[in-house]
């Protein structure tokens, strides 16, 4: 049997639009698969849709497939993210993720691009980012480092969660200032590391990192009031930093509130 203009084909939570209408369905009612549908999931909130999708419907409660997600930045770029599956879980949710590589180029936030897995699930709006982000800037003393991340993003306004981060090979990244004994005395990171293990970290940064356009500045925002919070302007190449500095190395053990400001050379 052909159908040659469906508008439409509900399944699960989802609203499965055929390419140009065509349904084929074979012996058994069994529908062929459907090649370059459009999904939309779910069908009451309909936060997400899915294009250039290859669709098995196996019933009116579970269908399953890949295709493609259309991620629109800050600056309303569109990304495509292939999905390697879609599908109904175990909460008769649609759900869907992809994995974004290295060559993709995705731009996550101004500036930041990102890679890693993307998963989606059709009660929510934002999508959910497993992977590693990395910011651009031309401050050669910070440096530069992918790091770890897992965390819900919406994305008309990023803000990435750093704490603990990591990098590719599992190595430990700091935000803040730190004292080494050699003639740099004190230097800055930026979700970077340090120069040596043994360097002792004097002010310590985590919270949430986002980009401000109009001043060209990454900052880290403290969620707690432990953590302080840092920023890196990435035209001058300064970090400033607000919060308690350890000051043992001058001041017997003792905890202060102090402003720092680095430089680069």
């Not at 109904?88 to 890679?115: C, E, H, Q, R, W």
Request: charged share 25%; glycine share 6%.
């Amino acid at each position: 049997m052909r159908g040659t203009d469906v508008k439409e084909v509900l399944t699960g939570d989802a609203q499965v639009k055929p390419y140009g209408g065509k349904v084929v369905v074979e012996k058994g009612a069994k529908m062929q698969t459907l090649q370059n549908a459009m999904v939309i999931a779910n069908t009451t909130t309909k936060y997400h849709t899915f294009v250039n999708a290859s669709i098995d419907i196996a019933s009116r409660k579970r269908y399953e497939g890949t295709g493609d997600y259309e991620y629109t930045d800050q600056a309303n770029n569109k990304h495509l993210i292939h999905l390697e599956r879609i599908g109904i879980d175990t909460s008769k949710s649609t759900y869907a993720f992809g994995l974004v590589d290295d060559t993709a180029n995705f731009v996550i936030a101004p500036n930041t691009n990102f890679k890693g897995q993307v998963k989606i699930r059709a009660p929510k709006e934002p999508l959910f980012f497993d992977g590693y982000a990395h910011f651009s800037h031309n401050c050669e003393k910070i440096g530069s480092a992918w790091f770890s991340f897992a965390s819900d993003i919406d994305p008309k306004g990023v803000s990435i969660p750093v704490r603990n981060p990591v990098n590719e090979t599992r190595e430990s990244l700091f935000s803040g200032f730190c004292f080494t004994n050699d003639s740099d005395g004190v230097y800055a990171t930026f979700i970077t590391e340090k120069r040596k293990k043994s360097d002792e970290e004097i002010l310590s940064s985590a919270g949430v990192l986002s980009y401000d356009n109009a001043t060209t500045e990454y900052r880290i925002t403290p969620v707690n009031d432990s953590d302080a919070y840092l920023s890196l302007n990435a035209t001058t190449c300064h970090v400033y930093g607000e919060g308690y500095i350890d000051t043992r190395l001058s001041m017997d053990n003792s905890k202060s509130m102090w402003l720092a400001v680095w430089k680069k050379s």
